[in-house]
Structure formats: C-alpha cells, structure tokens
C-alpha cells in the first residue's frame, strides 16, 4: 500500500459492468487486449475490474471464474496491476428460490425482488454463508496472481443498493424490515437498553417482549427516540457489515490491500438518505483504504460542483480517514447520464483539475469511472474515458497524463502529507438525524446543513486556508486540540459528553463559532431546557429569548475591534431560515449584532483561556446560496480572529494553492479557477534560503524570488494546473 499510488481505469470484458454478464467469446477476447494495451499506452498503471457474484456462480456450486485469469493475465501482460471490485448487489436468482425469505422489505411490507440489483439481504444467516463463500473463492484465484494488487470489497455502501422506489409509495423508502434484520436490530436494542422496561420508557411504548419490537416506520408526535435509534442501528450495521466484508477476504488473503468508497461524502447525505447510508469516519475504520466517489458534473439539481463543493467532498474524506491514506474510488471520466437526463460535457481541462485537486488534497490513488460509457440501463451512454465504437477521446488522453506524471514522481506523491490543518469545521451527524426526525425531506436536510458547511468551507478556500472536518464524537475522543478555530454550524443534537467535550476545547484556549441553538437536543431527542443546550449557554454566555422563522433576516455587525479591527461602523450581514434572538447572562459577554427590531442577534463570550461566538442565524448558509460579499467578509474576518494564516499567498486570478509536504521538500499545487489566462503569484511562508524550483509537467526549474517568502510567478490556462517540487538547496 505504501509503495504504490495506483491510477486506475475501471474496466469490463467486451464492454460490460456490473451487474451484467460478460460474453466469453474470441471476438471479445481481441477486444478486450486491444482494450488493455490502451490503457496501458495511454498512461495508466493499473485496472479495477468488476468482479460480480451472479457471473462466478450463476448456479448454487457452479462456479465461473475463468474469465478473472484472462483479464488478469491481459494486465501481467501490458505491466499493469489490478483492482477487483466486488459486487454482491449483483446476486444470482437462484438465492431466492433457496431462501424466499431473504429479500429486502420496506417498512410498508412490500417485498423486494432482486432485478440484477439490490441483491439479497445479507442478515439472513445462509445467505451470508453463501456470499462468503463467493468472496472467498475470487479471493482464493486471484491472491497469487503476480498483477494482482487489492480489492474494494464494497462500492459505494448502502443496505440497499442500486434500486430507485422513488415512484412507488413513499411508505416504501426504508428498507431492511425482513424478519433477519428485526431479529438483528432487537439483539442491538438489547445490548443498547438492557430490558424491555427500560427500551418501553425510551420508546413510550408497552411491549411484552422483545419479539413484539419493531423499528419505527415512519414519524410520530410523541417521540423522536425510536426514529434515532433506527438511524444510529442503521450507521452501526453498515460499519459492521463493511468489517465482516473485509474480514472474509483477509481470512483468504490477509496480504494484499482492503479499500471502499462512499457514493458521495456523507457531510451531504444523512443516514436515511438513499435507503441506508453510512457514515464515513466509522466505514474508515474497518478498511485498509476509505474513499469516495467523485462527480463534479454529474446531473441534476447543484451540477457541476465548483472548488469548493469538490474540496468539501475531498477534505471531507480525507478527515474521515483519521490518518489513513484514502483514495477516489470513483472518478467521473465521461459526461454524466441519468435516464434521460445529462450533465455538462466533461473536458480534459475538467480530468485534470479533478484529479490534481484530489492528489492536493493527499490521495493517494485514483480510479476513473470508467474506460467505455455505460453500454445500457440506467446510465446508458454516460461517464466513459473513450466512446462506446473504442475511440479515443482528449478525456481519456488527459486521465493517462496524469497517470504518467505519478509514475515518474511516484515517490514524491506517495511520500507526502497534508500539513496539519489549524481550522476545523464540525460534521454534527447527530443533527441530520434530528432533522429526519423533524419530518424534513433528505433534500431540505442538505440544504441546511451541506450548505451552512460548504458556505463555511468557501469563505475559508476563498483565503486560501487549510480546513479539517472534525466528527462531532472527537469532542468526546479529544481529537480536537490542535484546532485554533472550530467553525459548528447548525449542531443542534449532541450528546451531553460532546457537549462537555465542545466546553473544554473552548476553556482550554480554542475559539469557537457556533450558529442557531447548539444542543437543542441529546441523542434521545431529549430537549434541553435551556438554549443553547446542554449547558453551552455558559459557554456562549446568553441564552436564548426566542426563535422564529424567517427567510432572510438581517443581522446589524457593530465594531467588535477584536474580530474585526477593520470594521469601522457598522456592517449587515444575511442570515437564512431563523432569527434567534440573543440575551447576554453573563458580564464577560458581548453583544456583537442585532436583527433589524433591535433584538440581540450575535453574542461574542470569554470562556476560560478561550472565546466563543454565537450566531442567531444561518450566515454560513447564506453565503453559500448568496454569496454576499459582506457575508463572506464576516466570514472571513473570525480566521484572522484565531491568528490562522495561509500557508500559501496568492495574488492574481481565481487561483487556489495547495501543499504537500515531504522530507526536505515541499509540492505546490496550483490552480486557476477561473475562465480566463491568468498570470498568477504564489507566495509560500519559508526561511529564507535557496531554493530549487521543479516544475513536474515540464521537468524544468523554474524561477522565483524571496520577499517575505519564496514567490513563484506562473502564467495559468483557464482551468490550469501546475505543481511544483520546492527543495532547498
């Protein structure tokens, strides 16, 4: 794993992907090393190939694994090493004539037939066996393989997978409910409560017995507690799933890497989204390897996905990896399909900014979706490197470019880490829950909390600042005390212990910036008497006087010369949703703004060694759908506010800088942002030295001066990139 950065092309015999059988002929054969020693010519040095239960047994004991060896032996062949992608979504028929009752079922009590996907429920013990049994037997062919190199045991993680029941009644949208997965979600309340007299408090309930439970299938009035609890199962499962995943295959093959990816970061999806959907830092921690899928122009609503939607995606991941390397399990390669429905064209200027913006951001391997378009179904015609006819595209051309620069530079890339960052934002996963609870729609729930993150995110990137995202539990793991300044948008459910956690970071000199009733709630759904909750009003220094709604309230910022010592007067700022109106109860706290009847609408409080700011209104969120100027400035102001800096100056352009940092050298990433040339400075704050300046696309040294700090002048095409190895000398 260390000594490798793969950058793969995801690839199928005679044109196929999962789930679909792939014809064995001689026509195909020549197709498919035509196919490889394309992608071997073109730059790439490996191949995820797609590996699916229905084609290596389509009947129970038979078994199809002939078709491995030839796409294997293709890759010794062109020096490539393989990725396998295992699918069990893409399980064979005969499952179900074995085990009617191993199909999934929505809480409506609909069953679920398996149309090529989602597959069968795998909480049915038997079926578990059996799909043991077909990761164990890939395994056992392909673990001595000289090209083999490592698997993604699960692509993109739900409990149900790869089946749209939009269309259908919505009482069908959550899944599993088949009597499996009740047995197993009663053994996890027992564990979790102890006795049914105590799960009857929580639940406002009168079972018997732990036979009578059953999860929750829809909202209720009375109490949120059973709909948590649903949700928190649901993200322990998936984790525990990936483990057994995992585990099966290292019991075969305990050498060779164990990665998976998430469809999208799960900072923008909560846990009922898409029929079961994880969270990332717990996935992370059952895997060699976490990752993500990466679509900046796929296709609907918020497409494509600029700087900072992608570096959230990014930034995100890597976080959730906790120190792990992680890679793009997915990186988009053609333009996006959905039905009928497209995405903009994707170009190589477009290849090129994904990938560097990831490698930037420390990955450490990229696989692109995919080498030809989808052939049929849902995504007919979409997201391939080539054309279906086999041509090559500029795309494809631009995808192998950088997989050459990473084979020449290999050890650069691999021998890198992202600096540690000193600006946290938190991912309150606690609070998506809450939200599903509240009756809000998965869509309402990422406008609120994805875009108060990303608004958050973008104001920062706009000043070219490093940022974490820290999981709402490392308060309580103490994970937090490297941060200078931790940005909490819309925490509205924690756990007391995380709120005791969030209270130390700010008594032990951190700052803080919260927004609109941190605490509301615990994880019982529990509300708390006073606002800010949890005792957070001792923290911020106020409480709250009342809440209401409003769609875009104005907050009036005073001179606070300790934030913004620029601010002369008076400025206004956007809020979005709420007004929340403010009341010191401590002398240590400030009043720092106010709505537009005078009601105090932003409170500024000293806390021990440390600060904290409350905000009664979602300006973050605001600035994300409206882009203020005066929004972004306020924004701003709180990283000078902690003594943040960037670690790379930039003047010129819509341009962005990234490090990495080496032994006795650093890489500088650059991008231009914009749809115009730009000639563009970056500034690095080092010693001054010597210096040597290599330009990795070039192989050239480039010149710079020093004037408080290194500066390089480098002129960008639209969309450009560069980077830079800067050692001293």
Same mark, same amino acid.
Request: glycine share 8%; hydrophobic share 40%; with cysteine.
């Given at each position: ?383 391939? &490197? /080539?054309?279906?006819?086999? !041509? @090559? ?5 631009? $995808?192998?470019? #950088?997989? =050459?620069? +990473?084979? *020449? ?75 200078? &300044? /931790?940005?909490?948008?819309? !925490? @509205? ?5 995380? $709120?005791?956690? #969030?209270? =130390?970071? +700010?008594? *032990? ?221």
């Amino acid at each position: 794993m260390a000594d490798f950065f793969p950058i793969s092309v995801w690839y199928g015999e005679d044109k196929a992907r999962a789930p679909m059988l792939a014809p064995s002929t001689e026509e195909s054969y020549k197709i498919a090393r035509k196919d490889v020693e394309n992608i071997k010519k073109l730059g790439f040095n490996t191949i995820r190939y797609w590996v699916d239960w229905t084609t290596v047994e389509p009947k129970p004991g038979v078994w199809n694994l002939d078709f491995i060896d030839r796409l294997m032996d293709l890759a010794e062949e062109n020096g490539l090493k393989v990725i396998i992608q295992l699918y069990l979504d893409s399980a064979p028929n005969w499952i179900a004539s074995l085990y009617p009752d191993s199909r999934f079922q929505a809480q409506s009590g609909a069953v679920i037939d398996s149309q090529a996907s989602p597959g069968f429920c795998c909480d049915h013990p038997d079926v578990r066996k059996k799909a043991e049994l077909f990761m164990q037997k890939v395994a056992e062919r392909v673990k001595n393989h000289p090209a083999f190199y490592g698997w993604d045991v699960w692509s993109e993680p739900h409990v149900a997978s790869w089946v749209w029941l939009d269309w259908l009644p919505r009482s069908i949208g959550w899944v599993c409910y088949c009597r499996h997965s009740l047995e197993r979600f009663r053994r996890w309340l027992e564990k979790r409560y102890g006795d049914i007299s105590s799960l009857n408090r929580a639940w406002y309930r009168a079972y018997g017995d732990w036979n009578e439970v059953i999860p929750p299938k829809y909202v209720i009035i009375s109490t949120w507690r059973d709909l948590v609890d649903w949700q928190l199962f649901t993200i322990e499962k998936l984790a525990e799933d990936l483990k057994w995943r995992a585990q099966t295959v290292k019991k075969v093959d305990p050498s060779h890497v164990i990665s998976s990816h998430s469809a999208i970061s799960s900072v923008f999806v909560p846990p009922l989204n898409w029929y079961g959907t994880s969270d990332d830092w717990e996935m992370a921690k059952q895997v060699d390897v976490w990752g993500t899928s990466l679509y900046s122009k796929h296709t609907g609503k918020g497409m494509p996905l600029d700087s900072a939607w992608r570096g959230v995606a990014l930034d995100a991941t890597r976080s959730s990896s906790q120190g792990k390397d992680y890679w793009i399990g997915e990186l988009q390669g053609g333009d996006g399909v959905e039905g009928i429905r497209f995405g903009e064209p994707v170009t190589p200027q477009d290849i090129q900014m994904w990938a560097w913006s990831a490698i930037a951001r420390g990955t450490k391997g990229l696989n692109f979706y995919a080498w030809y378009p989808m052939s049929c179904g849902y995504e007919g015609s979409g997201f391939g &490197l /080539i054309n279906l006819d086999g !041509s @090559i595209t500029e795309r494809a051309r631009a $995808a192998g470019k #950088v997989g =050459e620069i +990473v084979d *020449q530079n290999m050890d650069l890339f691999l021998n890198t880490k992202t600096p540690q960052a000193e600006v946290g934002i938190v991912y309150d996963i606690y609070s998506y829950i809450m939200l599903a609870c509240s009756r809000e729609r998965a869509s309402e729930i990422v406008n609120i909390v994805s875009s108060a993150l990303t608004g958050t995110y973008r104001a920062l990137l706009e000043e070219n600042i490093p940022v974490d995202f820290i999981h709402i539990n490392d308060f309580v793991r103490g994970n937090v005390k490297n941060y200078k &300044l /931790i940005f909490m948008p819309f !925490s @509205i459910m924690m756990t007391s212990e995380i $709120a005791e956690g #969030v209270k =130390e970071f +700010v008594r *032990q000199g951190g700052k803080l910036v919260a927004e609109v009733r941190p605490g509301w709630s615990d994880e019982r759904g529990q509300c708390s008497e006073v606002m800010p909750g949890l005792g957070l009003h001792e923290v911020f220094g106020c409480r709250e006087k009342w809440m209401r709604r409003r769609e875009k309230p104005k907050l009036i910022v005073k001179s606070v010369g300790e934030v913004m010592p620029s601010l002369s007067g008076k400025m206004e700022v956007s809020g979005l949703v709420y007004e929340e109106a403010l009341e010191p109860s401590k002398d240590s706290a400030k009043i720092m703004a106010h709505f537009e009847d005078g009601s105090p609408a932003m409170i500024i409080n000293s806390y021990g060694k440390g600060k904290a700011v409350l905000i009664g209104s979602l300006v973050s969120e605001a600035y994300e759908l409206d882009r203020s100027e005066e929004n972004g400035k306020f924004l701003k102001a709180f990283r000078k506010w902690a003594g943040v800096e960037p670690l790379v100056e930039i003047y010129g352009g819509k341009a962005e800088g990234r490090i990495l940092e080496g032994a006795g050298y650093k890489l500088l990433f650059g991008f231009n942002h914009g749809s115009g040339k730009a000639n563009i400075v970056f500034r690095l704050r080092v010693p001054k030295r010597k210096y040597r300046v290599l330009d990795l696309f070039r192989q050239s040294e480039e010149n710079w001066s020093y004037e408080d700090g290194l500066k390089i002048e480098r002129e960008l095409e639209p969309q450009g990139v560069c980077v830079l190895k800067i050692e001293q000398v």
